[in-house]
């Protein structure tokens, strides 16, 4: 197994509980509220957008891989500058934005499960969290307007769900990095 494609296990980790707290965010407040911590989101969005872009920048000069990075330290800097930009229309930029974030992280999680050689207890857990994530993106890029309540509330269940396993999906990638070491 590759140690370097692993090296950024923490990556998801951090994925992770973005997904989280913006899902438990949305399943405890109000419409209203939501508007307004989605303002307050938009600047951690932007922040952490530059952390990821530096980051990335940084791997590209080591001759490390850092493209994946930098495709998401974008996506995160377009979303933060977009929920500071229109707050009017916040809410459904932002599901649209996540939309195309969740296909983007499905589609990391699915490459990475299927380029982990040997077996790990939970593979069929991380390849149905992958394939869910996808699917919410897509439902979000298409139908991000009807019913947007229950859609938001649906949403920040799932992406708490999702949040949670792909924080977990993170260290069993740390734990196979080191056993890999190891040998």
Known sequence: METQRFKNWWFLAVNGFIFALFGFLILWFSEDSIKTILRYFGFVMLAGGAIMLVAGINNIRRDKSGAMILVESIM???IGI???LFPQASVELFLIMIGIWAII???VQLVIIVNIK???ASKNLHLVNGLLIIALGVVLLFNPFQWALFLIKMIGAFAA?????LIYFA??????????EQH
Do not use: M, P, T
């Not at 769900?161 to 396993?165: N, P």
């Open 76 to 78: 995160a800097i377009a």
């Open 82 to 84: 977009a929920l500071l």
């Open 105 to 107: 992280i499905g589609i």
């Open 118 to 120: 040997g077996a790990i």
């Open 161 to 165: 769900l999702f949040g949670i396993l």
């Open 171 to 180: 260290f069993v990638i740390r734990i196979v990095k080191q056993v890999d």
